[in-house]
């Protein structure tokens, strides 16, 4: 009976009220009937309006504020999504799609409201083609569950950004990571889509079942949905590039005695044509965070993790043009291991980056940045960074894909202190437009999502806002998917987003 | 003065008609002014409206009719181009840019008439950046001109589809060729255009400058652009990723008792995780011209050349590997070459195979179709292909880049002889529905152009289309771009492509 009451308290205000500007309006049925008509398509047990149930939707893994939907659903399959979008649609309701909740930008945050479309029970690996190198994936599967799924096959699907997220959310944010200097990005490894549309029509955006690994044919929506951040479509379905486990995979550290002298070996590493597969950069704080974290001792110094795919008779070559490249460039104590349990020890630091930033002020909470830039400027803009840190008195160990010349600082600042936080997004907004001077972009792969809105303005210019707000419009001219992303691209609200209620 | 009479002539229909439906309209203006508009912003020299300019750019390499514009402008720079383009949207002009004339699917047809903008003479390559492995060049430049260009830097650019096309005409086709199994296509190698839309706009698709490896702020306009053919507006820059060149390059060619055991070689191949950089597949009609023309003696069959690029070391391994692999699947007379002239003969068959075609039926025509299958459906719809050859009459040799499962058929035809015409277009339509048939598509590198329009449809439905007609709107809502391309792929005109006289 509590629950009810309260249900009925957080939905009270939900069909009542416009998605887009929040007043209220006379064109929207009531209550009972959008929730009735939620759970005659996915069941009692699909629809939820709990707190815990909301908040736990409302967030990811970033430090944007929880901004609860009103509503959960929990559909089964397409047919389930686009008949609980043609409610939403009808009744003006904006709907969020939701994965694992592992994004950094708060992109599942519920700005106005609405319904969140919670996709943990489509969790089936569909139609795999072994021969092929090619899957197709529900988005409830994730990384680690699919690579789980191809244990014996001898595939694997190689993008990895740390966390175990969702591989159709992936796909909504562009999302990449350590391999991608290598095996690119999601942009790359997409070959279609299933995407429900905000009116509930099923869209495959390369045709129903296609699967070429290459086509010319027509517009590329595959790539218009992949970063699209839910703002376009529900993404329901990810046809996925699989590629074949290397033979051998041999890991190695190098100690450098400056920023240069490790980007500049990345370089010349990168134009020897050595199969390197990871090439990630940590500097002297972030070192030091992960010898305090994980009781290792390595060179307090900016140092490179490296990782080579290939044949086993090519590594020991292929690590020995990389070591004479990192002994010319004043690298030190270059130390390599080809054996799984020696490569995990080696590697346990780089991906326990998170938690020793963590545990370097117990209590607070992290945050971290994304930018990229050609390689060349890489060294500039880290060096201008840690001095930006260092004035402005801030935690935060740098680390990054240097070979697509990405880096995060992983920030562990006081949310409750007010002046803490000012100082930090301050820094992180200085970060970006370093970047963006240095021809750049303010994220290389965590997405827009709520903290880079302003920023994607300055970053591609009033001409392309006004392309990607078209495009908006086109597909989504109600503006109901994932509302108050998009359009907080631009200061004032174009005129083809407004409602009738809005227009007053 | 002949030639000012016949310019009149050739334009006096020019300002007078509607871009879309051909019929009179009152809101445009003179001949004249047009003529004379265009010539204040690119000289005399740069408009030209003479027959033989005109036929020049209303065709290209395929067996489309030429459709030839009105009249061609020949801008120097996008500042010229963007204000062309806003004289031609004033007076509702169509649209059609032209770079070197080498596409294979009739793109560059002017089949409402209009303006042609030629773009030979924006010829500069800008902004080499060594370090960061970028480069951006005008779309006067091709690809073999940016490789010699790049011929002292140990950087190039791989994407190649055998002709010298102009590289932003390749990003405009999304084109590929036999490099794309390790390099990619235009789609994974641009990272930024400049683009002038219909009404003159210059949009950068990831804004002025920048040139990040990777990026996921907002919407992938770049890749919205690669492969809309000339659709959605002009691509004035392209800014491309570079790749060092490899310090080896090996070649090798086998023979196969079968179309299926050279393809299970290419899949274990490619398992394998060897560093192949092409895999051509030729059928034994092909490799039969191929000898005939070059005077060589490769055995009548299945045959496949390969590549492999990497280090001087890891050569002799992934040759091993492959040859290996080839004799378990019955491939014999495997032979490879590292020198550079004993692997250019090699290549020379393949690369003259367009020309050992033709010379199979001297005075002929040459029509290369393109489609492309996952790769466990090769061996299938080759056979099923070449029965269907066989019970045609038609002279079509096989080659393709089995890598990615993409091949064409290079058809010799008689093009006087309306029922060969007739035999050849109802065969080339059964290819493109058999790769439908198995989740393929009917184009994997040469477009839509005039051939595929309906095809398009077929591939990937109604939903799809009607998302690419609205993207279309949303950026040329006076369909002044390349008209009569992607209206052709609904059989209806929706009403948003219709003008005030249209709508009559």
Redesign the interface.
């Known amino acids: 009976m509590i629950l009810f009451r309260q249900a009925l308290r957080f939905t009270s205000r939900l069909p009542f009220i416009c998605g887009r500007c929040r007043t209220y309006s006379a064109q929207v049925g009531s209550v009972e009937r959008v929730i009735s008509a939620f759970r005659s398509v996915s069941g009692d047990e699909g629809v939820s309006v709990g707190s815990a149930v909301r908040e736990q939707h409302g967030r990811d893994e970033s430090v944007h504020i929880c901004r609860p939907p009103d509503v959960v659903v929990f559909p089964r399959s397409v047919e389930e999504v686009s008949a609980l979008a043609k409610i939403c649609h009808h009744h003006q309701l904006p709907m969020i799609p939701f994965g694992t909740g592992t994004g950094l930008e708060g992109g599942v945050g519920a700005l106005k409201g609405g319904v969140c479309f919670s996709l943990r029970k489509m969790e089936q690996v569909l139609d795999l083609?072994q021969?092929?190198?090619?899957v197709t994936v529900e988005p409830g599967v994730t990384r680690k569950g699919l690579n789980s799924y191809l244990r014996d096959t001898?595939l694997w699907f190689p993008v990895d950004p740390g966390a175990d997220a969702s591989l159709c959310g992936m796909a909504a944010?562009?999302?990449?990571g350590t391999n991608?200097v290598r095996y690119?990005?999601m942009?790359?490894n997409v070959l279609n889509l299933e995407v429900v549309?905000a009116d509930g029509?099923?869209?495959?955006?390369?045709?129903?079942?296609?699967?070429?690994?290459?086509?010319?044919?027509?517009?590329?929506?595959t790539?218009?949905f992949?970063?699209?951040e839910g703002t376009?479509g529900i993404i329901t379905k990810a046809t996925l590039r699989l590629y074949?486990i290397?033979?051998s995979m041999v890991s190695a550290v190098c100690s450098f005695p400056s920023v240069q002298s490790a980007v500049d070996s990345t370089?010349q590493i990168?134009?020897?044509?050595?199969?390197i597969a990871r090439i990630e950069f940590l500097d002297d704080v972030m070192i030091n965070a992960c010898n305090r974290f994980n009781n290792l001792s390595y060179a307090v110094t900016p140092t490179l993790f490296l990782e080579f795919?290939?044949?086993s008779?090519?590594m020991q070559?292929?690590v020995s043009?990389t070591e004479e490249i990192t002994r010319d460039n004043g690298g030190s104590d270059f130390a390599w291991a080809e054996d799984e349990e020696t490569r995990g020890r080696l590697w346990k630091a780089r991906h326990d980056a998170w938690y020793a930033a963590l545990a370097l002020r117990p209590g607070c909470k992290a945050y971290s940045t994304d930018v990229?830039?050609?390689?060349?400027?890489l060294p500039q803009i880290i060096v201008e960074t840690k001095e930006d840190l260092i004035r402005n008195n801030i935690t935060g160990p740098i680390a990054g894909h240097v070979g697509?010349?990405?880096f995060h600082c992983l920030i562990v600042l006081d949310p409750n202190d007010p002046d803490e936080v000012q100082r930090v997004h301050s820094f992180t907004e200085r970060l970006a437009r370093r970047a963006?001077a240095m021809?750049?972009?303010?994220?290389?792969?965590?997405?827009?999502g709520l903290g880079?809105r302003a920023l994607?303005r300055e970053?591609?210019?009033p001409?392309?806002?006004e392309?990607?707000l078209?495009?908006?419009?086109?597909?989504d001219p109600k503006n109901l998917m994932n509302p108050g992303k998009v359009k907080g691209?631009v200061s004032r609200v174009p005129s083809h987003f407004r409602s009738p209620c809005c227009t007053r």
């Open positions: 083609h021969e092929d190198f090619d001898g944010t562009s999302a990449s991608a690119g990005t942009r790359e549309l029509t099923v869209l495959h955006t390369a045709g129903k079942g296609r699967r070429p690994r290459k086509t010319s044919a027509g517009y590329n929506l790539n218009l992949v970063g699209s376009l074949g290397p033979e370089v990168l134009q020897a044509g050595v199969s795919h290939g044949s008779k090519s070559e292929q043009i990229c830039v050609p390689i060349s400027r697509d010349g990405n963006l021809d750049g972009t303010c994220t290389g792969e965590h997405g827009i880079k994607l970053e591609v210019g001409s392309a806002i392309v990607m078209g495009l908006k419009a086109s597909l691209w």
